[in-house]
């Protein structure tokens, strides 16, 4: 069964994707708008009728008017989904409160007569040893209860970051990672811009770099970028060999040690030459 969150996800997905369709409509559009304005004036300085000329260029502008419109309600409806994944992280939360509390109230309801019997045998309160079950229940549900009350009075985030690895710059993977975060951001036409601004050296003073593209809309949008140095990985160096052990043998003569041994003694050497 598909929860609230997953369908929430589901459509800030299916939005970032249709944003980013929507944004190279647009592009094409203002192409062929460009074109036909173009043969327009072409037309007019031949002297030839504009008739055709004007009424392209007229259903263009409606077309890029309706994609301009498109554009704002796909993103009206990401953030309508936002707000839906936050409503829903609420409401799970506010659940699992509320069954840590009865998991609490049903041990606490079982374990109150024992406790009652004990009292009176043994004349002074019993108390447990430890984190009793019941209070580790109870301790949950304030803990469920804080993260909710934190996520209700937060609302959809309007801040954010991503990370982007200067020697792969994909557009589209980069404006991708950034609408389909569950936040409030830049739109996509907003994040090409500042991707087109960055300088696309993949190297920084000889080494990697990382670039990270932050966001803060209630400081007016795309925050200045950050450059981070990676510094490069050591280069694995094989271990030193490890010397020979020596083993138990037996004992030589110096000249057995360096080779003398070997070879015949000079009395001999004459003996045999004569």
Known sequence: MTTKIETALGEIKLYAHREQELLHQKSEKQIELQDAQRLGGEALLDGDTTDDAIDTVRRLQLQL?????????????????????????VAGLRQRASEARQQAEAIQAKTAPLLASLKELEGVPHAPQGVSHSANAASLAGIFDGQAGEIERRGVPRHGHIEIDSAIFSMDEIVDAVLQQSVDGPSASDVISWVDAQPKSATFAGNPTTCRLSWDMTAGGILPAAYIRTLPQPRAVAPPEEAPVPTGGRLVSVDQF?????????????????
Not at 71 to 79: A, D, N, S, Y
Not at 258 to 274: I, K, Y
Request: hydrophobic share 35%.
């Open 65 to 89: 008017w309706q994609i301009e419109s498109a554009l704002c309600g796909c993103r009206q409806r990401r953030l309508a989904a936002i707000a839906e994944k936050v409503t829903a992280e």
């Open 258 to 274: 360096f080779g003398h041994a070997a070879r015949p003694r000079r009395d001999q050497r004459e003996e045999q030459s004569a």
